[in-house]
């Protein structure tokens, strides 16, 4: 059954035949400063929450994503409709469902401006499904987490990576996002996890200098003991020597104990502390536990790359 939202548009006609879109971010514009593509009502007839006794608004979504639509420029719809996609854990059912929106509501747009608008959307819906389909579709994420990793490397000072890292992880969590992918690591959790790893970087660079500053004191004792003054580098791929001590860890059992006896994170965290990549590069932490986890044996190497280790 098609059902009628009536609303007094400016620019469009009253009534607009909603689409059964799954997922609908909005903005709250009486809680949340509203960006320029959020979808937002637009009147004083409208919830500004999308919300009435518990349930979501549809019809009221519908209506405000089509005037939204053709209240822009037509040089800015590209940008928009990656920008809701950016929001989505699944763009490509949303962009099904607003090309339906448009198709019920053909009728309902008569001027010349609101058809060519209308038709670009329509161009620019498959074009974003094409590059979805063919893992080419990159929109510009606010909350980008290589981004963040990128620039703290340009930062010195502990000081500074852990503050820069700290804002950012208090404004995500100020303006979090209204969908979020439930199959990725969430943003401040990737925050989390990197501000650990800083913070356990810093404390064994602490205790190597003093080691090393015991060892120049002419009044110390003679110290036998040997501290690494640098990560170690491994010239393979990093599944093929994580994949080392899983298979010391998990596949090789001495009279009943692993090998290699040590807790899941103790183990993946000491894989990163002292050890980077053939390019010199610091591991993630959250690879590392992939490979590491029994659960996930595609992302170990294949039998033909293995590095089998053979112990009696």
Known sequence: MLIIFRF????????????????????????????EFDITAFNSEQVSSFLQSGKFLLQQYCACLLH???????????????????????????????????????????????NTKIEKALVLIELIRQDIENNKFNPVLKYDFDKVKSKIKSYNDYEEKLSFLMEARTEYLQNKPLVTNPNE??????????????????????????????????????????????????????????????????????????????????????????????????LSLNTVKTILNSARPEKRPNSEKRIKLNIK
């Open 185 to 282: 690591t969430s943003f401040d959790e990737k925050i989390n996890l990197e501000i650990d790893l800083l913070k356990t970087k810093n404390k064994l660079s602490q205790k190597r200098m003093a080691v090393f500053a015991d060892k120049k004191s002419p009044t110390s004792p003679t110290n036998n003991s040997v501290g690494l003054s640098q990560k170690i580098q491994f010239n393979c791929q990093t599944n093929v020597f994580v994949d080392v001590f899983y298979q010391l860890h998990k596949e090789i059992i001495i009279d009943g104990k692993p090998l290699l006896d040590i807790g899941f994170n103790d183990l993946a965290q000491f894989i990163i502390t002292n050890f980077v990549d053939k390019n010199k590069n610091d």
């Open 68 to 114: 939204k639509l053709v209240s822009l420029p037509k040089s800015k719809i590209k940008a928009f409709i990656q920008y809701q996609c950016t929001h989505l854990s699944d763009p490509f059912t949303w962009l099904n469902k607003l090309e339906k929106l448009i198709d019920l509501n053909r009728e309902q747009f008569t001027t010349k401006e609101q």
């Open 8 to 35: 007094q548009f400016s620019s469009m006609p009253n009534q607009i035949i909603s689409s059964p879109f799954a997922e609908h971010p909005i903005v709250d514009s009486s809680q949340t400063e509203a960006q």
